[in-house]
């Protein structure tokens, strides 16, 4: 008897730019949907970005680079990037996690040279 193969996997496609920049306004819209890494309270902290300007970016920004998956499925990890009043962009790594939830992974300056 022949050996059975295993079911394809799904394939999974990546959200367009556009649609996950809306997912993430929409959920940031609501700070309580919004989690914080030790990581990114530290990177914060250190560069001096405040969680005031990481929501401000989450709810005015714009992808920047790649989408790419997260850990594990229906999650997609991207950057926001938003210019602050200063002029400087602020980039915030963010998780969308089942089109429900935020975890912000890390926070940096997008410095321009």
């Excluded at 309580?32 to 560069?47: D, F, K, P, Q, Y």
Aim: proline residues 8%.
């Amino acid at each position: 008897m022949p050996e059975a193969k295993p079911p394809p996997k799904p394939i999974v496609l990546r959200p367009r730019p556009g649609a996950i920049r809306d997912l993430i306004r929409q959920l940031a819209a609501d700070t309580s949907n919004i989690a914080w890494s030790v990581h990114a309270l530290e990177r914060m902290e250190e560069r001096g970005i405040t969680d005031a300007v990481a929501v401000e970016v989450l709810r005015r920004g714009q992808p920047k680079g790649d989408i790419e998956a997260g850990n594990s499925p229906g999650e997609w990890k991207v950057k926001m990037v938003y210019a602050t009043r200063g002029r400087r962009e602020v980039g915030i790594v963010v998780v969308t996690i089942h089109d429900r939830r935020l975890l912000v992974k890390t926070a940096e300056w997008e410095d321009l040279t």
